[in-house]
């Protein structure tokens, strides 16, 4: 009977650890989970999930793709480099192809690398027709949130499995810059 009491407990709290873990995946504002196996310098990752930081680290603004008059989409950029620990840094667009809350494709790029004295690249990737769902677009000073999967692809697409994206984003609203 004590086993099977100390088998109940243990069974506890170990679900309550992973819900606990679950939910603190979830409370993330931004943030990126790449399928796929890659190492950036020594340290090798396997389906990670990076944490992006702050909605006030990244920016996003409307823009006008091609030669409308109206503003057809929205670019999301980091304020700054996202520090990843170990020296390792990620930087990452998403150029969505809309300028509504709804479904969307946008092109986007990540990068991530080891940041010694000088730049050393480490994964470099990219896509053109990655599915995004924009949630909210907040006015000046609020917030754009939404997210974001799809298959990105080293150059080219050369015969390379892809990696799968699969994200969120709550980032401040700017006013677009002069020149972008």
């Given at each position: 009977m004590?086993?099977?009491i ?5 069974l506890?709290?170990?679900s309550a650890l992973f ?8 409370t993330?504002s931004n943030?990126?989970t ?5 190492t950036?310098g020594?340290?090798t ?14 920016i ?5 793709y091609?030669i409308?008059?109206e503003?057809?989409?929205i670019?999301i ?7 990843l620990?170990d ?12 300028a ?5 494709t946008?092109s ?5 690398y080891?940041n010694?004295p000088?730049k050393?690249?480490?994964?470099y990737?990219?896509s ?6 924009v949630?909210?677009?907040g006015?000046?000073?609020?917030y ?7 298959d990105?692809?080293?150059d080219k697409?050369?015969g ?5 994206l699969?994200g969120?984003?709550?980032v401040?609203?700017i ?6």
């Amino acid at each position: 009977m004590k086993k099977l009491i100390s088998f109940i407990a243990v069974l506890a709290f170990v679900s309550a650890l992973f819900v606990s873990c679950e939910k603190d995946e979830e409370t993330l504002s931004n943030s990126v989970t790449i399928e796929g196996t890659f190492t950036i310098g020594e340290k090798t990752y396997t389906n990670p999930t990076f944490n992006l930081g702050e909605p006030e680290a990244h920016i996003g603004y409307l823009v006008n793709y091609g030669i409308a008059k109206e503003y057809n989409g929205i670019y999301i950029e980091h304020a700054e480099d996202v520090d990843l620990g170990d020296n390792i840094e990620l930087e990452y667009y998403l150029q969505i192809y809309s300028a509504q809350v709804g479904e969307s494709t946008m092109s986007s790029e990540f990068e991530i690398y080891l940041n010694l004295p000088v730049k050393e690249s480490g994964l470099y990737i990219y896509s053109n027709n990655a599915s995004v769902n924009v949630s909210k677009i907040g006015d000046v000073g609020g917030y754009i949130e939404g997210t974001y999967e799809g298959d990105f692809y080293y150059d080219k697409k050369s015969g390379e499995a892809p990696f799968y994206l699969k994200g969120k984003f709550k980032v401040k609203r700017i006013n677009a810059p002069e020149v972008y």
